[in-house]
């Protein structure tokens, strides 16, 4: 919400307030307003479930109007996911997915409402936008289709073999008279086209009212003049001229009419059912979590929806059961398994003040934890919309398609009518029966289902692939740039490595000896989150030395700390600050440094009123993956650049050990931004890999921006792609699924093309005067619905793309 704006809304009362007097809090990036402290306080208890109960009530709001209201020329109920006054109801994965909910079309995500319905573009069922945490992946909008679709297989059956059957030696009308059979035509097929085609066609009326002409106006006229034709011929056969005859008698087009709506709702069958599959990965997500929770209150201990946990509240997780939501252990200890993040079967011990995460499991003792995150603040939340999100997001390629579209449908109408033209004009006898078949057929051999589904099918696909191997796309885009990557640039911390260092050595130098400076370091560095820090305050907990308190503590920039520990100035940092600090006895430490940083290790310096007394090497262990990983991005094709804080020895060790094509040691984040920047500039298309603060500024500026999962929310936001587990195999699992993502559209794009080039001329009657062959409507409708299914078959082989070696 612009803050110069007049007025808004207070989500919680729906009070109308001035943003420039109002309170004020923040939420996913959106700033809400409150006419009170009450309402303030309500909505950061529960910002989700405040955002919820307001769209609910937004809806309930507009319920009388909305049948008013038509999609399409501006007058559908677009609410761009946020309700009156800017109240965003993004990321509300908890909400009741029904008639209230927010609805969006899978191949135009712009297109919003409240409530399903079709989208006035391209036609197709509007699905909601935000995900159900309870879906049961087979919905009513299915159903229906599907049951629309056996009805009509049934009844068109039936009128099929009294249609047909004498090409074949079936001859009913040896059972029933001329006319009995007309009518029993018009009785099996009047329900076909009215009851299980009505969704089909009023689509194609809503497209040319909005003049958005889709595949459902090509197929809305082809069925209604097959069938309106028919109609006349039963009941009014004195108005059809005999032009029109077949062996002196007007032809009937009820089962072309029946048929073609028949298959069109097989294609639809078929497309709802892909689509559903698609969603998979979401649902393995969504059933990571807990239906319920143990809530602690002051009576007691009881069992809630999910939904009814609150930010604040006390939990108890017993072992075997999932963590409910995001939170901090508050008392106990146990084992955690977070393989659904990490990837690593490895529990990880959980104490009191540690960080868990909703939909891990807890494996062996029994915790009290607080609620942190919770409704669409959860890390599983927030990964559920973010793939639902992209798996509606639309990639750069599709814009060809959309121009393409925007005018096919109208030539190919103008084809249709020039076929009826040439073939009641030149065609042979009876002619306006000919023309008629004609024009039918290229009406309905033409409908563009099949080029509209190309990209977004794959696009579902493939992040929904990805999504099972821990690799978030944030949106389609990042699929098509990541393809014609062919720089890799990565951080070493954290992401060629654990990210967790220890101390492996410590050299004293005049009286100290080893435990006095631990204690003194620990107590220094313990008021500092760096890596390097904790590793020293984790190495003086193993040696069992008791860290004194230090007070005074300042952070220098340049990389060092400073603080007084028992009347002592302790000074720890690298060689090159200790020397600008004025410390002695410096470069005595820098010759016995050099041997442990040939090693890889990272060497820091400890100071003591001005005097150097200590050394520490501190070495962070390479993960296990990280080797073939590499080897994997280099048979890809890819440079691999390694940038890093680390001194000029250290990160020579490292990229020698690991076959580094590049490295750069001493950069600042500006100088990772400065990098990529100079790469880019250079014509490379460069994907930057980190996990840290510093890292964002570098993610940011590259084409793709890849966060491991383990890092930091800064880094996390900042980049395009995101590896759950923090492995950098992930980085060639994305590369994998870009390129094979990529060449799956192009395949449908080339089919659907290719098809509908084929099609219309051969529909057209190209073929009759060499062959004799005229494409009836049936035959065409069949091929229109094959050319989707094809499309959909080849999307869906990505579910079982290889993406890892």
Known sequence: ????????????????????????????????????????????????????????????????????????????????????????????????????????????????????????????????????????????????????????????????????????????????????????????????????????????????????????????????????????????????????????VPPLYFEAAAVIITLVLLGQVLELRARQQTGGAIRELLQLAPETAHRITDEGEEEVALNSVHKGDQLRVRPGEKVPVDGRVVSGSSSVDESMLTGEPIPVKKMEGDEITGGTLNQTGALVMEAVGVGGDTVLSRIVQMVADAQRSRAPIQKLVDVVARYFVPAVIACSIIAFVAWAVWGPEPQLAHAFVAAVAVLIIAC???????????????????????????????????????????????????????????????????????????????????????????????????????????????????????????????????????????????????????????????????????????????????????????????????????????????????????????VSPQDKHDFVRKLKNEGKVVAMCGDGINDAPALAESNVGIAMGTGTGVAIESAGVTLVGGDLRGVAAALNLSRKTMSNIRQNLFFAFIYNALGIPVAAGLLYPVFGLLLSPMIAAAAMSLSSVSVIANALRLRTAKLTS
């Not at 008279?177 to 009047?190: P, Y």
């Open 448 to 666: 563009p289902c099949a080029l509209g589904l190309a990209t977004p099918m794959s696009v579902m696909v493939g992040v929904g692939r990805g999504a099972k191997e821990g690799v978030l796309i944030k949106n389609a885009e990042v699929l098509e740039v990541m393809e014609k990557v062919d720089t890799i640039v990565v951080d070493k911390t954290g992401t060629l490595t654990q990210g967790r260092p220890e101390v492996t050595a410590v050299e004293t130098f005049g009286q100290w000896k080893e435990p006095d400076v631990l204690r003194l370091a620990a107590a220094v560095e313990n008021q500092s989150e760096h890596p390097l820090a904790q590793a020293v305050v984790r190495r003086a907990k193993t040696d069992q030395v008791n860290t004194a308190t230090a007070i005074d503590f300042n952070s220098i920039t340049g990389g060092g700390v400073r603080a007084r520990v028992e009347d002592h100035d302790v000074l720890i940092g690298k060689a090159d600050l200790l020397d600008e600090q004025g410390v002695a006895n410096v470069d005595s430490g820098r010759a016995n440094a050099g041997t442990h940083q040939s090693e890889g290790a990272t060497v820091i310096f400890v100071s003591i009123d001005q005097s150097l007394v200590a050394i520490m090497a501190i070495t962070d262990p390479i993960k296990q993956s990280t080797p073939a990983a590499l080897k994997t991005l280099h048979e890809l094709g890819l440079k691999v650049v390694m940038l890093t804080g680390d001194a000029e020895p250290t990160a020579k060790a490292v990229a020698a050990k690991l076959g580094i094509d590049e490295f750069h040691a001493g």
């Open 1 to 248: 919400m612009s803050t110069n704006q007049i007025t808004a809304i207070d989500p919680v009362c729906g009070m109308t307030v001035s943003p420039g007097k109002a309170l004020e809090s923040q939420y996913e990036g959106q700033t809400y307003y409150f006419c009170s402290a009450g309402c303030q306080q309500k909505f950061e208890a529960d910002p989700a479930g405040v955002l919820i109960a307001r769209v609910k009530k937004e809806a309930e709001k507009k319920q009388g109007e909305k049948n008013k209201l038509e999609m399409g020329s501006g007058e559908h109920s677009c609410c761009g996911g946020k309700s009156q006054g800017g109240s965003s109801a993004a990321n509300v994965s908890n909400a009741a997915v029904d008639e209230k909910a927010i609805y969006t079309c899978p191949m135009h995500p712009e297109i919003e409402q409240m409530g399903p319905g079709d989208c006035p573009i391209c036609g197709m069922d509007l699905e909601p936008k935000f995900i159900d945490m309870a879906d049961s992946g087979d919905d009513e909008q299915y159903a229906d289709m599907k049951q629309r679709f056996w009805v009509g297989v049934v009844l068109s059956v039936p009128l099929l073999l009294i249609a047909m059957g004498p090409m074949v030696g079936l001859r009913l009308t040896n059972f029933l008279s001329t006319s009995a059979a007309a009518w029993l035509q018009l009785l099996l097929a009047t329900p076909v086209v009215f009851w299980c085609g009505w969704p089909l066609l009023v689509r194609g009326a809503k497209s040319f009212r909005s003049m958005n002409l889709n595949m459902f106006s090509l197929i809305a006229v082809g069925t209604l003049a097959a069938y309106f034709f028919s109609f006349v011929v039963v009941v009014l056969p004195n108005l059809i001229p005999e032009a029109f005859f077949e062996n002196g």
